[in-house]
C-alpha cells in the first residue's frame, strides 16, 4: 500500500542535542509537509517543500531546519532541542497538480526532551 | 490568532445516534475545508471536504454542512457507531505557492458509547 513512513515512531534525546527525524513516502507526491503538534493543540505547519523549493513559515525557529534529497524522503533537524520542542511531530504529503487539497499524513514521530 | 476553531474538546454520543461536530472560521478566503480523524498512535486520515462554494457534502453516513456567512462548518455522523471513537480535526485550506496549507482547529474527541 503506499504510505507515509516516520522513523523512529518515538524519539527521546536530551536538551540541546541536535536529532534528525524522518519521512519516506512511497505515493510520488511531489509536495512533502512537516508540522508541530503539541498535547491538544492543533497541527501547526513548520514547512514544506514543493518539490525541490523550500518553504518556512515566518513563525518557525531557526533551530528547525529540513532536508529534502530526493522526492520520497524528508528529514527534519532540530539542532539544539528545547524542553519546549516535545511534541509529536507529523509529516504530509500532497499532490496539487492532481487538484486535491488533501494531504496524506504519516503517523508521526512523539519527542521527548529531557 | 486562530483562524480555525473546534470550540468543543470532547462530545460523548450513544451509538445509533447523530454525532455533530462543529467548526467555525474567521477567514472568508478560505477555498476548501476538511475533515480529519485520528485514531491514537496513528496520523489524521482524511474524512470528508467541501469546496467554499457548496454548502453540502455527503459521503455515507458523513455529511459535511458550511455556512458560509456564518463562517461555520459541521459534520454529521449518522447513525455514530464506537469505532468512530476518535479525534476530528477540521482543517481549512488555502492557496500557497503552487500548493495548499492546511490550517487546523484543536480537535474534538469523539466518544461513542455502546
Known amino acids: 500500500d503506499a504510505m507515509v513512513i516516520q522513523n523512529p515512531r518515538y524519539q527521546v534525546t536530551q536538551f540541546g542535542k541536535p536529532v534528525t527525524l524522518s519521512c519516506s513516502q512511497t505515493?510520488?507526491?511531489?509536495?512533502m509537509y512537516w508540522y508541530q503538534q503539541k498535547s491538544s493543540q492543533a497541527p501547526k505547519l513548520l514547512f514544506h517543500?514543493?518539490?525541490?523549493?523550500?518553504?518556512n513559515e515566518a513563525d518557525t525557529p531557526d533551530n528547525f531546519q529540513s532536508r529534502r534529497p530526493n522526492t520520497s524522503f524528508c528529514f527534519l533537524d532540530i539542532r539544539s532541542p528545547g524542553l519546549g520542542d516535545a511534541a509529536m511531530y507529523l509529516c504530509?504529503?500532497?499532490?496539487?497538480?492532481?487538484?486535491?487539497?488533501?494531504?496524506?499524513f504519516g503517523p508521526g514521530t512523539r519527542l521527548t526532551v529531557l | 490568532d486562530q483562524q480555525v476553531k473546534q470550540n468543543s474538546p470532547s462530545l460523548s454520543v450513544q451509538e445509533g445516534r447523530i454525532s455533530i461536530l462543529n467548526c467555525d472560521y474567521t477567514n472568508s478566503m478560505f477555498d476548501y475545508f476538511l475533515w480529519y480523524k485520528k485514531y491514537p498512535a496513528e496520523g489524521p486520515t482524511f474524512l470528508i471536504s467541501i469546496s467554499s462554494i457548496k454548502d453540502k457534502n455527503e459521503d455515507g453516513r458523513f455529511t459535511v454542512f458550511l455556512n458560509k456567512s456564518a463562517k461555520h462548518l459541521s459534520l454529521h455522523i449518522v447513525p455514530s457507531q464506537p469505532g468512530d471513537s476518535a479525534v476530528y480535526f477540521c482543517?481549512?485550506?488555502?492557496?500557497?505557492?503552487?500548493?495548499?496549507?492546511?490550517?487546523f482547529g484543536s480537535g474534538t474527541r469523539l466518544l461513542v458509547r455502546p
Open positions: 517543500y514543493y518539490d525541490k523549493d523550500f518553504n
Open positions: 504530509a504529503t500532497s499532490s496539487p497538480r492532481e487538484g486535491f487539497n488533501e494531504q496524506f
Open positions: 482543517a481549512a485550506s488555502t492557496p500557497m505557492d503552487s500548493s495548499y496549507k492546511l490550517i
Open positions: 505515493l510520488n507526491h511531489n509536495v
